[in-house]
């Protein structure tokens, strides 16, 4: 799953919503500051990652989804919890910055 960050925007919105192996996160027309307004629920960011909400990630959940989509999301979380990708609360997960596509 990729979180998309726009700044010109100030929307969130994600792609590839299916692919539960990967997440990340791109800033698009967003500095760090800007972004940190931009998520406001979804999270924030710190130097070369953001933070993301967990239960608000469950909000890209892909329109066919089903419970399984729910049962890989949640073994998704654990294995990231196990990494040491989630913060001390279980509340928020890691994900890296990625380039904006040009």
Not at 23 to 33: I, K, N, P
Not at 53 to 58: D, P, T
Not at 90 to 95: E, H, M, N, P, S
């Amino acid at each position: 799953m990729k979180i998309i960050v726009d700044g010109a925007a100030h929307t969130v919105t994600a792609e590839d919503t299916d692919n539960l192996n990967a997440l990340s996160a791109v800033l698009r027309s967003a500095d760090a500051e800007l972004a940190d307004r931009v998520l406001d629920s979804y999270g924030r960011v710190q130097g070369a990652h953001v933070w993301l909400n967990i239960e608000s990630l469950k909000s890209f959940a892909p329109d066919t989804r089903g419970s399984s989509w729910y049962e890989r999301f949640a073994k998704t979380m654990a294995y990231a919890e196990s990494k040491g990708w989630t913060d001390e609360t279980g509340t928020f997960v890691r994900a890296h910055i990625e380039d904006p596509e040009v």
